[in-house]
């Protein structure tokens, strides 16, 4: 069964510095997504992306945050200069034109 | 308001028990419902996607109720393996998800 697949499974970074979460979504989806989950708190969307574009972001993918399809598979997120808030998993997820999306296993990201 | 909310649970049951989830939401443009299952420190995994009509899949059930923006979860038979935090979810046409907080169920033996 095809799967979302994300790496690294867990990065540690220092303040200030710049991560890229890599993504490589389900091969045939159309729609990719970031979302986050600080420890013991709800999973929230950071943004999804469509045709090569942002379709929707919201208030906590701030200009620190990037999206890109580099190429016909890799879907990334990249932050410029990393918060210790910043810590946290991060999900990345993809789906068809159908709404349920499925989600790979999440890079958990420390920042100290 | 939350734009979820869930039951916050705990739930502590035994095997064998059923259990039922409750979820509304705010947003009255939700078009998509979805019952997840969160293991810990692990990807949210789809259940089942929620209809107006209800829907079975083996031993669970969901409902949705649009005119009370309203959706459920009962678990029939409970296993041990059923032991997981369910979120409810919504998607908008954009596709985004919005996520409730999550209800943990613990299933004993």
């Known amino acids: 069964e095809p799967e979302v697949t994300q790496t690294p499974s867990h990065q540690v970074t220092q303040m200030g510095q710049e991560v890229i979460l890599r993504c490589v979504p389900i091969s045939n989806h159309l729609y990719f997504y970031w979302y986050r989950q600080i420890l013991g708190q709800k999973v929230e969307f950071l943004v999804s992306f469509y045709n090569n574009e942002i379709s929707e972001k919201s208030e906590i993918f701030d200009d620190q945050f990037s999206v890109e399809r580099p190429d016909g598979s890799n879907f990334t997120l990249k932050i410029r200069s990393t918060k210790l808030e910043d810590s946290a998993m991060y999900f990345c997820?993809?789906?068809?034109?159908?709404?349920?999306?499925?989600f790979g296993p999440g890079t958990r990201l420390t920042v100290t | 308001r939350k734009e979820v909310e869930q039951d916050p649970g705990p739930f502590n049951v035994p095997e064998g028990a059923t259990v039922a989830f409750n979820c509304t939401y705010s947003n009255s443009a939700s078009q998509s419902f979805f019952w997840y299952r969160q293991d810990c420190r692990k990807e949210p995994k789809l259940l089942m996607s929620v209809y107006s009509s209800g829907n079975e899949d083996g031993r669970f059930t969901a409902q949705l109720n649009r005119a009370s923006q309203y959706i459920s979860l009962l678990i029939r038979d409970s296993k041990l393996s059923d032991s997981a935090t369910y979120l409810c979810v919504y998607n908008t046409n954009a596709g985004k998800s919005t996520f409730g907080d999550g209800t943990t169920l613990t299933v004993k033996p």
């Open positions: 997820a993809s789906n068809q034109v159908t709404y349920e999306q499925y």
